[in-house]
């Protein structure tokens, strides 16, 4: 039987769940062949002429269904195969380490327990770790691919037999039908049923025409599904021999008792040493929680004095700011009186340059009455030139020469007037 039985845990024993889909897809098939589109089909005349043929059609179905099922099997392998069981070693690890590996790949979900690589890496760490040594690991291992071939062989078994016995029901329907068309028949009468002796013949050969061609099919697809499955057992040897062969420390069994009692020694060893450790840990615990508490008084006290100083400082530095108030106070009372000072003196020096202002402005005055004679004897001379222009034309002379000299007279009298009043004006603003 196929292993596929594995996977309908709630069918009964006696049941096959390949068994059971062949029987459903037999019964399909044949509802459709015996459809009235199908009759006289070539389908339907090598696959319903005779019993013989149901039988070889059905177990012909039974052995596809069951290399379909055991190919579905394949993607699942091969995602395991690529999985990573076992972290990368570093060296020989102690046979110990194995139980650790186990509980690691104990970890993988059931899909990737189930493989065949899952399976072989339980199985050898579960032996490493039950046993404690690696000396027979080699031996294992083949054993355990030994296994796996063996586990294949089984699984197809199936799909030989059915190889095997299909030319049989091929050939046994060929005798049924040739003891079928030549029984009763008379040496007489055999000319006149040559035709039904001969059409009887013919469907004898069709049903050894399906047995072959259901053989050869069923041959080819056990040899793909054979290779396919040998190509993985012979990757997750290779793996398996990789990782797990030369991983671990060689130990002879019958020092395993010696090796398990020097350890125990070790373990009380190292449980003594850790208590040890923890004692002095708890020691130095104690002193660092008393330095703490010595250091956090330290750090009161010195925040105290810190306090009280910073105390004694604020009070100097009010007292400063007091002096310098007062000090401050008594030069602004000082600037207040210069300024007061400074402002009569200003003021004085208003009212002088408001009296200068009022001398500069008699001044003017006194220039511009200057400017006007300065004018006027600019007209008296153009008079001058005209008269003497004249006396040139009515040479007059004498009489000119007197009116001349009154006219000098009168320039010198009043010149002598304005100098006079300018110099008295001068010795005012002097003054």
């Not at 897809?25 to 149901?54: K, N, P, W």
């Not at 604020?314 to 401050?328: I, S, T, W």
């Not at 009043?414 to 010795?427: C, F, K, L, T």
């Amino acid at each position: 039987m196929s292993k596929a039985k594995k996977n309908s845990s709630a069918l009964p024993s006696v049941f096959d769940l390949p068994l059971l889909l062949a029987a459903v897809c037999t019964g399909v098939f044949y509802y459709f062949v015996t459809q009235d589109g199908m009759q006289g089909s070539l389908i339907q005349r090598y696959t319903t002429q005779h019993a013989v043929e149901y039988v070889i059609v059905a177990a012909f179905i039974w052995g596809l269904v069951d290399a379909a099922l055991r190919f579905c099997t394949f993607p699942r392998e091969i995602f395991a195969l690529k999985q990573e069981w076992l972290p990368p070693r570093k060296g020989r690890e102690n046979v110990s380490q194995a139980g650790v590996l186990l509980a690691q790949v104990e970890k993988k979900s059931t899909m990737l327990k189930q493989s065949r690589i899952g399976r072989r890496y339980i199985e050898a760490l579960t032996y490493l770790d039950e046993k404690g040594s690696s000396a027979e690991l080699a031996e294992h291992l083949r054993s355990l691919a030994d296994q796996d071939y063996e586990l294949t062989q089984s699984n197809f078994g199936l799909i030989r037999f059915i190889c095997w016995v299909t030319p049989m029901f091929g050939f046994l329907g060929t005798v049924i039908h040739f003891g079928t068309a030549l029984s009763g028949q008379e040496a007489s009468s055999l000319g006149d049923n040559l035709p039904t002796v001969v059409a009887a013949m013919g469907t004898a050969f069709n049903a050894t025409t399906v047995a072959l061609s259901a053989a050869t099919t069923m041959m080819f697809c056990l040899f793909l599904c054979e290779r396919t499955e040998r190509g993985i057992i012979t990757a997750i040897d290779r793996r398996a021999e990789r990782e797990l062969l030369n991983r671990f420390e060689v130990v002879d069994a019958n020092l395993t008792p010696f090796l398990s009692a020097v350890q125990a020694a070790n373990q009380t060893t190292l449980d003594a040493v850790a208590a040890h450790g923890e004692r002095q840990l708890n020691a130095w615990s104690q002193a660092l929680v008393a330095l703490q508490q010595q250091a956090e008084a330290q750090q009161q006290w010195q925040s105290q004095v810190f306090a009280a100083t910073l105390e004694k400082f604020e009070e100097r530095v009010n007292e400063n700011d007091h002096n310098r108030e007062d000090k401050l106070s008594k030069a602004i009372t000082a600037l207040a009186s210069h300024s007061q000072d400074h402002h009569a003196l200003i003021d004085a020096s208003v009212q002088r340059v408001a009296g200068l202002q009022n001398e500069f402005a008699q001044l003017a005055t006194a220039l511009s009455g200057v400017l006007e004679g300065d004018r006027e004897m600019l007209q008296l001379q153009a008079h001058l030139a005209d008269n003497l222009r004249l006396l040139r034309e009515t040479q007059q002379i004498d009489s000119v020469l007197h009116e001349l000299t009154a006219a000098i007279h009168l320039l010198t009298a009043r010149a002598q007037s304005i100098s006079g009043s300018g110099s008295a004006s001068i010795p005012k603003r002097a003054a």
